[in-house]
């Protein structure tokens, strides 16, 4: 299974972003793909998930209503749409995929077995 995300840069706080996991490697009927992120000092937190199959998705509180994670089969990929961002917002997001993840443990980052690279994404005040 390979990882591939992009899409970070430098915005102003307020402005937006949309990060996208490129997957690839086999069937990810079963998979959790999930959003993490780490800023300079802090540990990796959880940011989005959601269930390749059904859609089902769930979100850290401090993004909701700003994220929505959505995915298209069809192109194997992840996106993460980041509206609203501020300056907290500042980290390395890193998207992460297993395979047939129970739910209730989608929020930690050691249940995970592959991850992308993270892109870098920086909102300024």
């Known amino acids: 299974v390979q990882l591939q995300a992009s899409g970070g840069g430098l915005v102003q706080a307020g402005g937006s972003l949309r990060l996208s996991c490129a997957a690839s490697g086999r069937s990810f009927n079963s998979y959790v793909m999930a959003w993490f992120r780490q800023a300079p000092g802090k540990e990796r937190e959880f940011v989005a998930a959601?269930?390749?199959?059904?859609?089902?998705?769930s979100y850290a509180d401090f993004v909701k209503g700003r994220f929505t994670i959505s995915k298209d089969v069809a192109k194997n990929t992840v996106w993460l749409q980041m509206n609203s961002l501020k300056p907290e917002d500042t980290a390395v997001y890193y998207c992460a995929a297993e395979p047939g993840l129970i739910w209730g443990r989608i929020f930690s980052s050691t249940e995970y077995e592959y991850w992308g690279q993270g892109t870098q994404v920086t909102v300024s005040s």
């Open positions: 959601i269930r390749w199959n059904g859609g089902t998705r």
